[in-house]
């Protein structure tokens, strides 16, 4: 099994920046792809920002510029570094292991980040 903890949300002004952490343990983390969602209310659950095995990153394409996902093996965290916050980016958001598209462990609680406009 595979337990991530999201943390680092809070409540910003539009403009302004948050970092998440999703802490992982449990297993071998470096194994994995690391992915970012967001679930904003009255919306589906969307993909964010993942981060290979080996380092390569994909976005979608509503926060390309603005978001980092990183990952730092030595502490088992991958990290989604957001810049220039809008209100539209305001979520719930998780993270969770991948191989491929098959989604490894469960839904955590998330963190939630809310843009004020």
């Known amino acids: 099994q595979v337990q991530l903890v999201e943390s680092g949300g809070g409540l910003v002004q539009a403009g302004g920046s948050l970092r998440l952490s999703c802490a992982a343990s449990?297993?071998?983390?470096?194994?994995?792809?690391i992915a970012w969602y967001r679930q904003a209310p009255g919306k589906q659950r969307e993909l964010v920002a993942s981060i290979s095995t080996g380092g390569s990153t994909n976005y979608v394409d509503s926060v390309k510029g603005r978001f980092t996902i990183s990952r730092d093996g030595a502490k088992n965290t991958v990290y989604l570094q957001m810049n220039n916050l809008k209100p539209e980016d305001t979520a719930a958001y998780y993270c969770?292991?991948?191989?491929?598209?098959?989604?490894?462990?469960?839904w955590g609680q998330g963190t939630q980040v809310t843009v004020s406009s």
């Open positions: 969770r292991a991948r191989v491929a598209t098959l989604l490894i462990g469960t």
């Open positions: 449990g297993s071998t983390f470096s194994i994995y792809d």
